[in-house]
């Protein structure tokens, strides 16, 4: 069980709360940011590790405050990705074993800011991203607010804040349960996002990033086509939304959808040969605005999130949203979950996709595919209250067939961040002998993954035609 905080509460402190954010501008997604959010979560999450009402209690690292969350290179804009290191990459290529070729690794470790330093392995082998590819939309609407409202900030926060947005058939088919809370309620729950079901925009990002909801993905992806078009007058009525999205040929919304996408990217200057996030995450999405394959290199979703940390994921307001958005204050999976990480503040996103088909001896299960197994993980670690101060990003793709790619990567996350660990000892303290990643796990089993559709399973029929699979980018 984790440690708590004491947290502010009450409603007339909230209300106050949200006075003095809104007057000084600082907007934040730490469970103490729901008064000027609005997502109604990060309240609900907040009450249950005060112990007023049931659900999950969060690591120590998951607590902090949304003053605590800040950009730490933002005194160094014009670093860029040094050299690799010989030995720090020889390291990292000796973890990954025989498997080593099935995997694109980029690690860079700015722990000591003087003296940072990279390593990769295949850093610029490309893979279908997954639901980290909605990192991508995240920073296409971040861009798209940028364009429309340069300076002023304020206006970008009302769009997100007061925007409210009902699920329609974009949502179908999507079974990520995602929760939902409304003030009084005596417990949060866990569902699919349904059909009517209504939330500002801040609270769809946060389905999309928090619990990979491929629904909020979607909606979020219809909706930047309407901003693109309406423009300052967004959000329109849902009369002219619907005439527009009814009313307008599907070569011309894909368009519209794919140059955002693209927007959102080159406008950091990050390479979209590198990162690419085509099509939309749901197939009545993919049915209506069409779009294009998606592609991520793991160089440059570590580009992402060092821009970010320079303010220069588009400008620092946007960069400082970004990284809280996918500060994780909901349940760890996949590379994420390692026990050793639970003390440290963690910026998170997963995705996979994996196929199977009929092989003798071989029987498919979760992450497990025969055909393809990908698994993605985009996390960046900051220590809080630790003596030995860390700070790194890690950026994992891998395709090992027939192997438990989630607990493949959980193993490698505890590996990593031993060898980040022994980079920078303390000085005056004698090292303690280390136990080996395995054992660590052992004593703390993995929990069940519940993200059913990050994952795709093909199946195929006798003749080898593969059936329709749930829809992927």
């Known amino acids: ?5 004491p947290f502010l509460a009450g409603v007339a402190l909230a209300a106050l ?87 694109g690794v980029a690690i860079l470790d700015l722990s000591d800011p003087d003296a940072p330093a990279y390593a990769a392995w295949n850093p610029t082998k490309l893979q279908n991203p997954g639901s980290v590819g909605k990192i991508m939309v995240g920073l296409a609407w971040f861009q798209a607010l940028a364009d429309l409202y340069p300076d002023d900030v304020d206006a970008r926060h009302r769009v997100l804040r007061e925007t409210q947005v009902t699920a329609d058939e974009y949502i179908v088919r999507d079974s990520h349960n995602v929760p939902f809370w409304a003030p009084g309620d005596r417990q949060y729950i866990r569902r699919p996002i349904a059909l009517g079901d209504t939330a500002n925009l801040y609270t769809w990002l946060d389905w999309m990033l928090s619990t990979s909801s491929n629904a909020g993905a979607a909606v979020l992806q219809k909706e930047l086509v309407l901003l693109k078009h309406f423009g300052t007058a967004y959000p329109s009525s849902p009369e002219a939304a619907n005439a527009f999205l009814k009313g307008t040929p599907k070569s011309r919304l894909g368009a519209i959808f794919i140059e955002a996408m693209k927007r959102g990217t080159t406008g950091s200057g990050l390479d979209p040969a590198q990162l690419r996030q085509g099509s939309l995450f749901t197939r009545t999405g993919k049915g209506r605005i069409p779009g294009i394959s998606s592609h ?19 400008d620092e307001w946007s960069s400082l949203k970004m990284k809280k958005l996918l500060y994780i204050t909901d349940k760890r999976i996949r590379y994420g979950s390692t026990p050793v990480l639970w003390d440290y503040a963690i910026y998170f996103k997963s995705g996979s996709w994996y196929g199977c088909r009929p092989e003798k001896g071989f029987h498919c299960e979760k992450y497990k595919g025969n055909v393809r197994n990908f698994m993605n993980s985009v996390t960046m670690v900051e220590s809080v209250d630790q003596k030995q101060k860390l700070h790194y990003i890690a950026v994992v793709l891998s395709n090992v067939l027939r192997k438990n790619s989630s607990e493949a990567h959980r193993l490698l996350g505890t590996q990593v961040h031993q060898l980040i660990e022994s980079r920078h000892p303390l000085e005056g303290e004698e090292a303690k002998p ?4 395995e054992e660590i796990l052992a004593d703390q089993p993995m929990e069940e993954d519940d993200i059913p559709d990050d994952a795709e399973v093909m199946n195929q029929m006798p003749d080898g035609t593969d059936m329709e699979a749930p829809s992927r980018p």
Do not use: C, N
Not at 296 to 314: D, F, H, N, P, T
């Open 17 to 103: 709360l949200l006075a003095g954010l809104a007057a000084g501008g600082a907007y934040a997604y730490p469970l103490d940011a729901y008064p000027e959010t609005g997502i109604a979560r990060l309240e609900a999450y907040k009450l249950a590790q005060d112990g007023v009402i049931p659900g999950i209690i969060l690591y120590w690292g998951a607590q902090l405050y949304s003053k605590e969350l800040k950009l730490r290179m933002l005194d160094r804009p014009e670093f860029t990705l040094p050299q690799r290191h010989a030995r720090f990459t020889s390291q990292v290529r000796e973890l990954l074993g025989a498997d080593a070729d099935a995997y």
């Open 434 to 437: 280390q136990r080996s990643a």
């Open 296 to 314: 991520a290199s793991a160089q440059e979703l570590l580009r992402v999130m060092l821009l970010a940390e320079q303010g220069k994921l588009i």
């Open 1 to 5: 069980m984790g440690r708590s905080r």
